[in-house]
C-alpha cells in the first residue's frame, strides 16, 4: 500500500507520471454531483427555475457537455466561449450572454447563433442590440442588468453590486429610462432584470438585500409602465472552502429564502412569478479541481523562510496575487507523513509575488517530490497565461477511478503558432 494521495480513486503520483506536471485535476464525479445538488435543491423545488453555470470558472468542451447533461444552461462572458459553447454542442437556447463591454462582432456572433438570452448592460448596449436586431431580423431575448447598490463584503475586484461599479444599470436609470426603451422597442424581447452580488460569499445578505432592491425598483416600474417581467437572474456567488474559509455554503441557504421573499411580492400582487435563473459558477467547479507540481527548490534564506519552488505558479493560478486567494495544500508521495515544516511555497516566474501559498504545513520535502493545491477547479485553468513563455498545463479528468486526458498540455511550439 503506498501512501500517495489519493483523488476521487485515482493516484496521484501516477497520474503525474502519465500526464507530466504541473497538471490540472478535475473530479467529474463533483462536477456532476454539484450540478445535482443544484437540480434537487433548485430547479426541482420551485416551479419555473433554471440554473446556467457561470462558465468563466473553467470553460473546456468537456465540461460544457457535462453541465448541459445534467440539465444545467451556459452563462458565458465573450464571444470565444459562446464559440466553444456551440462547438460542444451547447443548446444557443440555454445560452446567457453576458459582459459590460460586448463588442459589435461578438453580439453579432449572439445574434447568429441565437444564444437565447443576452443580459444588456447598459444603455449604448441596448441601443447597438436593437439596431443589429433590426438589420438581422432577429428578436433576441434580453435581461437588463442592474447594479444593486449593495455591498457584498468580498474581495473588492470580486464584489460587483456595489453602487460604484463598472456593471449593469443604476436602478434609476432603469426606472428614468430603460425600461421604457427595451419595451418599446419591437426587435427586443424585454424579458426582465439580472443581478449579481459578487463571489465567493458565505452570508446571503447582500443577496436578500438586493433583492428587496430589485423588487421596490418592480414596484415603480409596475406603476410607471404598467412592466412585469418574465425573469429575474439572482447570478452565482455562492462561496466554497478555501484556505481559512468556512466549508462549502449550501444553495439552499442563499436560494430558499431568496425565493421565499419574491414568491410573497409576487403573491401579494397577484403578477405571475417570473422565471428565476441563478448563475454559480465557482461552486460547481472550484472543489472539484487540484494542481499538481513538482518541487524543483528548496532553500532557506537568510532571514530564515523556507521556500518551496515549484514549476508552476503564476501562469496557472494568478489568485494569490489577483485576491490574495488562501490555498490548502498536501503532499502528494509524502501524503501521511507529518505536516511539521512551515514552508512558503513559490512559483517559478521572474515575480517576487508569484508566492502560491505563504507559510504552508507540510512534510519535509525535496526536488521530485510532488504537492497538490486544493480547490483550483474555478478561475485557475480559465485565467491561465503564458507569463515567462510558460506552457499552460494538461487537464486530467477523473471519474470512478479513472482517468483521462481533456485538455493536452500546451508545447512550445503552440507559443510561437500565432507569430507570423
Ligand atoms: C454575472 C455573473 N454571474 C455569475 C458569476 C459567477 O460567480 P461565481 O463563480 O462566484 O458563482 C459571475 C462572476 O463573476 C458574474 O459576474
Redesign the pocket.
Known amino acids: 500500500m503506498s501512501n500517495n494521495m489519493m483523488f476521487y480513486g485515482c493516484d496521484v503520483a501516477e497520474l503525474v507520471k502519465e500526464y507530466g506536471s504541473p497538471l490540472y485535476v478535475m473530479s467529474e464525479d463533483d462536477i456532476r454531483e454539484r450540478c445535482r445538488e443544484v437540480k434537487s435543491v433548485f430547479i426541482d423545488k420551485y416551479p419555473n427555475t433554471r440554473a446556467v453555470y ?1 462558465s ?2 473553467f470553460q473546456t468542451l468537456e465540461i460544457c457537455r457535462i453541465v448541459q447533461q445534467e440539465g444545467i444552461g451556459l ?1 458565458v ?1 465573450s464571444g470565444g466561449e459562446i464559440f466553444a459553447a456551440i462547438r460542444a454542442g451547447v443548446n444557443p437556447a440555454d445560452i446567457v450572454f ?1 459582459g459590460n463591454t460586448k463588442t459589435y462582432g461578438e453580439l453579432k456572433l449572439a445574434l447568429e447563433e441565437n444564444v437565447g438570452t443576452i ?1 444588456v448592460d447598459n444603455l449604448s448596449e441596448l441601443a447597438l442590440l436593437d439596431e443589429l436586431a433590426a438589420e438581422m431580423g432577429k428578436v433576441p431575448g434580453i435581461v437588463m ?1 442592474i447594479t444593486p447598490g449593495v455591498d457584498s463584503h468580498t474581495h473588492e475586484f ?1 464584489s ?1 453590486g456595489q453602487e460604484d461599479s463598472k ?1 449593469g444599470f443604476a436602478i434609476q436609470e432603469v426606472i428614468d429610462f430603460a425600461t421604457e426603451k427595451a419595451m418599446k422597442s419591437s426587435h427586443l424581447d424585454f424579458r426582465g432584470f ?1 443581478f ?1 452580488v ?4 458565505h452570508d446571503n445578505m447582500s443577496h436578500l438585500m438586493a433583492v428587496d432592491k430589485v423588487l421596490d425598483m418592480l414596484t415603480v416600474i409596475k406603476e410607471k409602465y404598467g412592466y412585469v417581467p418574465r425573469e429575474l437572474n439572482t ?4 462561496g466554497v472552502h478555501y484556505a481559512g474559509d468556512p466549508e462549502r455554503t449550501h444553495v439552499s441557504y442563499f436560494m430558499d429564502p431568496v425565493m421565499e421573499k419574491i414568491d410573497a411580492y409576487f403573491a401579494k400582487t397577484g403578477d405571475p412569478r417570473p422565471m428565476i435563473t441563478i ?5 460547481i467547479v472550484a472543489e472539484a479541481g487540484i494542481t499538481v507540481y513538482e518541487v524543483g527548490s528548496v532553500k532557506t534564506n537568510a532571514a530564515g523562510r523556507t521556500y518551496i519552488g515549484v514549476d508552476g505558479g503564476f501562469p496557472d493560478n494568478p489568485r494569490p496575487a489577483l485576491y490574495d486567494a488562501k490555498y490548502e495544500v498536501k503532499a502528494v508521495e509524502k501524503y501521511d507523513e507529518p505536516y511539521d515544516q512551515v514552508v512558503t511555497v513559490a512559483g517559478k516566474c521572474c515575480e517576487s509575488g508569484d508566492i502560491l501559498i505563504w507559510d504552508a504545513e507540510l512534510p519535509k520535502l525535496e526536488r521530485g517530490d510532488h504537492i497538490a493545491v486544493l480547490c483550483t477547479g ?2 485557475n485553468y480559465s485565467m491561465a497565461s503564458n507569463y515567462n513563455r510558460v506552457p499552460r498545463p494538461a487537464v486530467v479528468m477523473v471519474s470512478e477511478g479513472k482517468a483521462h486526458l481533456s485538455v493536452r498540455r500546451e508545447t512550445y511550439e503552440d507559443l510561437i503558432a500565432r507569430e507570423l
Open positions: 457561470a468563466k470558472a452563462d462572458v453576458h443580459v442588468r470580486i460587483t456593471f439580472h449579481h459578487g463571489s465567493q460569499l447570478g452565482g456567488g455562492f448563475e454559480p459558477g465557482r461552486w474555478a478561475y
